[in-house]
């Protein structure tokens, strides 16, 4: 462990409370909708949830989503090649299937993808830019979204009716295009939205250019008693993508950072949604039943393995989600889908070491999924109150391989066969209510059923009948409130002990039955300093740790053994942001942003460390009637830093960040 990183853990923790001490702050109606798939009061609920506005995302205009998600505690997301990215959410940044299927990527309070296929990149198939709010809760899912919500999830909310009416916007900057432009009428719960989304991305680094486009529909209205609320989504990403710099330090050079290694690397990827949502609020309570239907289809270059194999890979799915939400405080639902999906890998260069040439994959897998839930809260005097809550998810896979079922290479192919799996997700959570705010004491478990990909794209010394689901055992205390009329905030700590976590370890070899511990103190804050100055901050001190030893085999990845209590790798200690907004005039916004991430390991032997950075923005912003010109300037000091860093096959690899950035643009809306 190095000296180093102990001095920053001491610092972190001394910046943690002092920002506890500080506080977050909310306004007195703000609502979530995500924990508990409804409308409800944030200081009614006891979860660890931040919300970020329409006017914070117009503000920011990202670019990519790791610029807006990790404005929040516990948050870390990986920027990769053009949309690409890996997610961190009160854990290391994840890869692979445990990447794909620990958190729960939502839009509308509905899942991306079915469960056991998801997606690693999984937000790129959300839209994120026509956004009203994305809501991102950290720790596991509880009895609404139980499998997959293992370590936290991601809710993307599209802006209703009543929310918009036209609006545009559109911004260029040296390697970005965008526009995104909406019409709506609503009135009284009636209406439609539509939304268009445009982004090309040019590629700082050669061949890495990328374009998305993305359609949101919604229709509010209400029939016989009933409310009912439809949204359509379609996306589509063509993207050529550049693969790791490798070399020590390559990021700081700045001829070497553009070079892109994988020219002939390339995603596509395609989806379309449609849910309907209908409720009732009848004299005992309301009854809410969201019929829902999916498809998506994706192909893309293995270019960070040897074979340079392509994948392509898709699924349907139908289901619905269904609740009850009693007046006695008594909530029961039942949510079931179908899916159908197959996957191929196919390697046309010439064999290399295990990996051969021809077809390495070929599967269809139908699967169901069906999950009870309940939660009864019970107020116990006029300030306490209990809440318990459950979940049970079946889901069974039924697989058929299009190809003989045997070994070739390193890659084993599984013989026809099906696999059920039950898992539970009880959550316990008391809250007290004070002057000040919101105190909350939760346990939680959350649970995932293992990937397809996990199961069925086996390697050697791999059996189907090893995998069991990952399982994860969460202690939380928090609050949740105002220390003055100007500051609010929020503070947690949480404990978390996680088993059978799946990761392929520096061998390429797949472990089942891996252990991991997480601790950590997250913080959040936003002051009104005067009339015309802000703050709004957070900060984050973790330690996640292996829990088992693992030798590693080869000689040249000897170092890379895994020895119970060291860090886990890419997952900093310290995580921090601050934004300072000044509003002169009712017409003008000028703001500068600080984003810290710490130091963490590259390997799993804790023994290469990237160095963290410190980076800085500005923004401004005009307005002139129904118009709004802007102009920011990204990493305003041209540093050079990662946006991933790792370590494998015996090198130090790299995203480099594309530096100092300005780009302008124009808003529209009345």
């Keep these: ?294 498809w998506t289809e994706m192909e893309f270059l293995q270019h960070f393995l040897p074979s340079q ?100 290479g390193r890659f084993i192919r599984p013989a026809d066969r099906r696999d059920d799996f039950l898992t539970l997700s009880p959550k316990a959570s008391i809250l007290r209510q004070a002057e000040t705010g919101t105190y909350w004491m939760s346990y939680a478990e959350g649970a995932r059923p293992p990937q397809t990909t996990d199961l069925y794209r086996l390697q050697q010394n791999q059996t189907v009948e090893e995998i069991d689901p990952e399982k994860i055992r969460s202690l939380e205390i928090g609050w949740r409130g105002n220390w003055h009329k100007r500051v609010s905030g929020e503070v947690t700590a949480y404990f978390a002990e996680k088993e059978n976590f799946l990761f392929r370890d520096a061998d390429g070899f797949t472990v089942t039955d891996g252990e991991t511990h997480h601790i950590g103190v997250e913080a959040e804050i936003t002051a009104q300093l005067t009339e015309q100055l802000s703050f709004n901050a957070h900060g984050t001190y973790a330690r996640h740790t292996y829990q088992f030893d693992r030798p590693v085999n080869s000689i040249s990845n000897a170092t890379e053994a895994i020895r119970s209590g060291d860090d886990v790798d890419t997952a900093p200690r310290t995580l921090a942001g601050a934004r300072l907004n000044w509003k002169p005039t009712e017409t003008i916004l000028a703001q500068t942003e600080w984003v810290h991430v710490g130091e963490y390991f590259m390997d799993a032997s804790n023994r290469r460390t990237y160095p963290g950075h410190d980076i800085f923005h500005a923004r401004l912003e005009k307005q002139s009637g129904f118009f709004i010109t802007y102009a920011a300037i990204r990493n305003v000091l041209d540093k050079r830093y990662a946006t991933r860093a790792d370590f494998a096959f015996g090198n130090e690899r790299y995203f480099p960040d594309e530096g100092r950035t300005l780009t302008i643009g124009l808003r529209f809306s009345n």
């Excluded at 909530?331 to 996957?343: A, H």
Aim: glycine share 10%; net charge negative; charged share 20%.
């Design 309 to 408: 194999a392509v994948e392509e890979n898709g699924h349907w799915s139908a289901g619905f989600q269904s609740a009850w939400y009693g007046d006695n405080d008594i909530t029961i639902g039942l949510d079931g889908e179908y899916t159908e999906g197959y996957l191929t890998e196919v390697q046309s260069r010439p064999d290399i070491f295990s990996f051969v040439q021809g077809v390495h994959y070929d599967y269809d897998i139908t699967a169901t999924s069906l999950s009870p839930f309940a939660q009864i809260t019970r107020t116990l005097t006029d300030k306490w109150q209990l809440v318990l809550a459950a979940r049970a998810d079946y889901t069974s896979y039924d697989y058929t391989t299009n190809t003989p079922a045997n070994r070739i």
């Design 1 to 294: 462990m190095s000296a180093r990183l102990n001095k920053c853990g001491v610092l972190s923790v001394f910046c943690a409370l002092l920002i506890a001490t500080s506080g977050p702050a909310y306004a007195a109606d703000e609502i979530i909708v995500t924990g508990e798939r409804r409308v409800q009061d944030i200081f009614d609920a006891p979860v660890s949830i931040t919300s970020l506005g329409t006017q914070e995302i117009l503000t920011l205009n990202p670019d990519h989503p790791a610029e807006l998600l990790n404005r929040t505690p516990g948050t870390f997301i990986h920027r990769g090649s053009g949309q690409e990215h890996l997610t961190a959410i009160r854990s290391p940044v994840l890869t692979g299937g445990a990447g794909a299927g620990s958190f729960l990527y939502l839009e509308n309070g509905v899942p991306l993808r079915s469960a056991g296929f998801a997606n690693v990149n999984g937000l790129f198939e959300s839209q994120l830019p026509l956004a009203a709010r994305v809501e991102v809760v950290r720790g596991p899912g509880g009895a609404f979204y139980g499998a997959n919500a293992v370590h936290g999830a991601i809710n993307v909310i599209t802006p209703t009716p009543e929310e918009n009416k036209q609006a545009a916007n559109i911004s260029l900057s040296e390697f970005h295009r965008k526009f995104s432009g909406s019409v709506a009428r609503g009135n009284r719960g009636e209406g439609f939205y539509v939304g268009l989304s445009v982004h090309e991305d040019t590629g700082f680094r050669t061949e890495s250019g990328a374009d998305s486009q993305g359609l949101v529909f919604r229709r509010t209205g209400k029939h016989d008693g009933w409310t009912h609320d439809t949204i359509l989504t379609l996306t589509n990403l063509n993207q050529e993508t550049a693969g790791f710099a490798q070399g020590d330090d390559i990021y700081k050079d700045n001829r070497l950072r553009r070079f892109n290694p994988n020219p002939q690397a390339y995603r596509d990827s395609k989806a379309l949604r449609l849910q309907t949502r209908w409720q009732q609020v009848g004299e005992n309570g309301i009854f809410s039943i969201t019929p829902f239907f999916r």
